[in-house]
C-alpha cells in the first residue's frame, strides 16, 4: 500500500477526525434547524396582517397622544409645575400619521438567502477553521507520542517526505470535508430560503461573492490546519498544539488588549490577530478610535483605519511559513527517538 494511501485512510479512521466531523454535522444541522423554524414564507395573508397591525397601532398611538396633549393642557391650566413630562408647548405632541408606522414592522421573520447567507458561510468557516485545527494537530501530535511516527520512519527513513505527506494528507482531508459539508450547507439553507424564505435578487455576481467568501474560508481553515499539523509535529503532541493556540489566544487577545488599552494606544485593534481574520472573511475591517475626542466640543469624527483582506493575507502568510519552516527543521535536525 503507498504511504499517500495509508494515511489517507489513517486519517479518516481516527476516532477523533470522526467526532469531530460528527460535532461539525451536529452543529451545522443545529444552525439549520434554527434557521428553519425561525423563517416564514411571506405571502399576501402576512402583508394583509401586518397592514391590519400597522393600522391599528396608528389608532393606538393617535389616541394615547389625545390623551397626553389633554393632560398637558389641563396641567398647564391648573399651574401645575411642568416635570418634563410635556413639552413647553402641548401641541408639539402630535399625532402619528398613516404610514409613519409601517406594516414591514410586524412582519414575521423571513430567511432571505442574498442578505443573510454570506453570515452564515462565515459561521460555516469558523467551524471548519476549528475542525481543522484540532484533527491536523491531533493527527500529527497521536503519532509522536504513541510511537507510529518513529515506526513510520522506520518503514519509510525519508523524514521530510513523510511529513509532507501528512501534511499533505490533513490539507486534503480538510479540504474534502469544506467541499462537501459546504455543498450541503449552501443547498440546505437555498431549500430553506426558497420554500420558507426568500430568494430574489440573486444574480450571478452574487454567486460569485458568495463562492469567493466561502473560498477564503476554507483558505483559513486550511492555514489553521497546517498551523495544527507543524505545531503537533514541532512539539511531538497534541497537547502542543492545543498549549499554544491557548496561550497565543490568552497573550494577544487578552494581555496584549489590556496592555494597549492601558497605555491609550490609538487603534489598539490593529495589533490585534482576530482583526485581521474578521477583515479575511469580510473582505475588509473598519477600525474607529474615539479616544481622543473632546465630547465638550460637541460632535467628533473618529480616527479610521480600513483593515482589508490583502491586508490579512501577508500576515496568516507569514504564520504558516513560519509554523512549516519550524516543523521541517525539527523532524530534519532532532532526533526521532
Not at 13 to 29: D, E, H, S, Y
Request: proline share 3%.
Amino acid at each position: 500500500m503507498s504511504l499517500v494511501r495509508a494515511e489517507r485512510r489513517r486519517f479518516f479512521k481516527r476516532r477523533v477526525t470522526r467526532l469531530m466531523l460528527l460535532f461539525l454535522l451536529l452543529a451545522m444541522g443545529t444552525i439549520v434547524t434554527v434557521t428553519a423554524l425561525n423563517t416564514t414564507k411571506i405571502g399576501p395573508a402576512e402583508v394583509a396582517a401586518a397592514q391590519a397591525r400597522a393600522v391599528e397601532e396608528t389608532k393606538v398611538q393617535q389616541e394615547f397622544a389625545a390623551r397626553e396633549r389633554a393632560d398637558c393642557e389641563a396641567a398647564k391650566a391648573a399651574g401645575s409645575a411642568n416635570d418634563g413630562r410635556w413639552p413647553p408647548d402641548c401641541s408639539e405632541i402630535i399625532d402619528p400619521q398613516p404610514g409613519d408606522i409601517e406594516a414591514k414592522w410586524f412582519l414575521p421573520h423571513q430567511f432571505g438567502f442574498k442578505d443573510e447567507f454570506e453570515a452564515l458561510i462565515l459561521a460555516f468557516a469558523g467551524m471548519l477553521a476549528l475542525f481543522g485545527f484540532v484533527v491536523g494537530a491531533s493527527y500529527v501530535g497521536a503519532e509522536w507520542s504513541s510511537g507510529g511516527m518513529m515506526n513510520l520512519l522506520l518503514w519509510r527513513p525519508r523524514r521530510v517526505p513523510v511529513l509532507l505527506t501528512k501534511l499533505a494528507t490533513a490539507l486534503g482531508g480538510v479540504l474534502g470535508v469544506g467541499l462537501v459539508f459546504g455543498a450541503a450547507w449552501t443547498a440546505g439553507l437555498w431549500a430553506i430560503s426558497k420554500y420558507r424564505g426568500d430568494v430574489s435578487g440573486m444574480t450571478q455576481g452574487t454567486w460569485e461573492s458568495f463562492a469567493l467568501t466561502g473560498a477564503r474560508g476554507v483558505g483559513l481553515a486550511l492555514a489553521f490546519t497546517a498551523i495544527g499539523v507543524c505545531l503537533a509535529s514541532f512539539g511531538r503532541h497534541t497537547a502542543m498544539a492545543l498549549g499554544v493556540a491557548i496561550g497565543a489566544t490568552m497573550l494577544v487577545e487578552v494581555g496584549a488588549r489590556i496592555a494597549l488599552d492601558m497605555t491609550d494606544v490609538p487603534l489598539a485593534d490593529r495589533y490585534m490577530l482576530s482583526t485581521y481574520g474578521l477583515a479575511w472573511l469580510f473582505k475588509s475591517w473598519k477600525l474607529e478610535d474615539y479616544s481622543f475626542c473632546d465630547w465638550s466640543l460637541g460632535q467628533c469624527e473618529p480616527r479610521t483605519l480600513e483593515i482589508t483582506w490583502q491586508d490579512s493575507a501577508p500576515v496568516f502568510g507569514a504564520m504558516v511559513l513560519v509554523a512549516l519552516v519550524v516543523a521541517f527543521w525539527s523532524i530534519r535536525r532532532r532526533d526521532v527517538t
